[in-house]
């Protein structure tokens, strides 16, 4: 039995709930933030979960992050090594066919999706969501949208003749992209011409991990 350490709501956390499903794995979830809770962000007076500020947890993670894993004495920090992990130790080929090129190729896309996206949708999720309103700072929010627009061009013209951000099979670096592009799209920063990105996105949101783990509204909007 696998313990991880997240929230729902936290993108991240939903890339390793999602490659779980995917490898049939068993998990025992602790939720945990320092920011969020069951109620919504600390900025509105909502009580966190708590947990990542204590010392036993800052010695698994200095970081005071979500998601974290404990498996067995193995303890391992930052969502896309923990998807690699779990897909490379349990996969047998599932996520990334065995494949060294396939595997490089999905790291590939989990840091363009840290790099290019996730930047602008934690814009998104503070300033249109999260945060208490005299905290917000409107102005940041049309530039996040242009900058995610600009970058979802580049896949879905990456899409053009292939089902998947690595070929024709589906493999971890759909799990990371595809969270983070399915928040873009309930932000309204995922525009309908993108055609290849909404076919895509179909196909994932048949799979019983985007299901459980992400499609959610609440877990984006809340
Ligand atoms: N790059 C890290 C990011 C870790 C991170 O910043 N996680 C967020 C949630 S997505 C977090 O812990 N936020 C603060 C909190 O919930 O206390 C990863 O992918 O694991």
């Known amino acids: ?8 709501t936290s ?7 999602w490659a779980c499903s995917e490898l049939d794995l068993e998990y025992n979830l602790t939720l945990a933030s320092a920011t969020m809770g069951p109620k919504g962000h600390i900025s509105k007076g909502h009580a966190p979960y708590g947990i990542v500020d204590t010392p036993a947890y800052q010695v698994m993670n200095p970081n005071s992050t979500v998601p974290l894993i404990k498996d067995g004495g193995f303890i391992l920090w930052e969502s896309n090594a923990i998807v690699t992990y779990l897909a490379m130790k349990y996969g047998a080929g599932a996520l990334y066919q065995n494949d060294s090129q396939m595997l490089s190729r999905s790291i590939a896309w989990m840091a363009w999706t840290n790099e290019h996206l996730e930047p602008s949708l934690h814009t998104f999720v503070m ?4 945060l208490a309103e005299e905290l917000r700072s409107p102005d940041t929010v049309e530039p996040a949208r242009t900058e995610i627009e600009n970058w979802l061009k580049v896949l879905d013209k990456h899409l053009e003749n292939q089902l998947y951000v690595c ?7 759909d799990i990371t992209t ?16 993108l055609s290849n990105i909404t076919k895509w996105q179909k196909k994932l ?4 991990g985007f299901s459980h783990h992400v499609a959610p509204r609440e877990f984006h909007l809340g």
């Open 1 to 8: 039995m696998i313990d991880i350490w997240g929230r729902p």
């Open 205 to 208: 949101s048949e799979r019983n």
């Open 11 to 17: 993108s991240c956390t939903q890339r390793v709930l």
């Open 127 to 130: 300033e249109l969501v999260r």
């Open 178 to 193: 595809g969270v983070s592009v399915y928040r873009a799209h309930l932000f309204d920063a995922c525009p309908s011409r």
């Open 167 to 173: 070929g024709d099979t589906f493999t971890l670096g």
